[in-house]
């Protein structure tokens, strides 16, 4: 299976009189633009087309997920509670174990955590491996999920995403 983890677009800044409840917090207009583009990109890179896109129910993932689901709209889309920040990482793993070998998963979600969580699947420790705003990690895993047992594919910078949307050639 690959797992592409993908953390959401650029959002609004923090602040309690907009958006009393942070879940709330939506994407900026170029926060939703540069996260277009960076599906765009992510479409490219990827051998094979994602499968489906589990995403936070937070606004400014959940909208990330949108986007994603129209780079890739043929993936299904799932909303999983266990990717809110500081979630449950073994409610993931055990989400991510009900699905075929060749699928091509997307965890849509925050920052530390899915930094942490791929540290834990490559390495096999707590060390993160952090991503950007709209940045992506590709791993592939075999038949367990433990950690240490994947491997990184690509550690893939917003900016860079962006750069293969525009350029519009497969990688």
Known sequence: MQIV???HGPAGRRDASRWPDDALRPLTARGEERTREAADGLR????EPLTD???SPYARAFRTAELLG???PDARQIVL???VPGGDPRAIIDALAGFDDDAVVALVGHEPDLGVLAGGLVIGTSHALPLKKAGACVLMVGDTLLPGSA???AQLPPRV???LARKGARV
């Open 5 to 7: 983890l993908f953390r």
């Open 44 to 47: 490219r890179v990827l051998d």
């Open 53 to 55: 896109i589990m995403t």
């Open 70 to 72: 129209e780079a890739f």
């Open 81 to 83: 509670e266990a990717l």
């Open 151 to 153: 491997e990184l594919i």
């Open 161 to 163: 995403l962006r750069k």
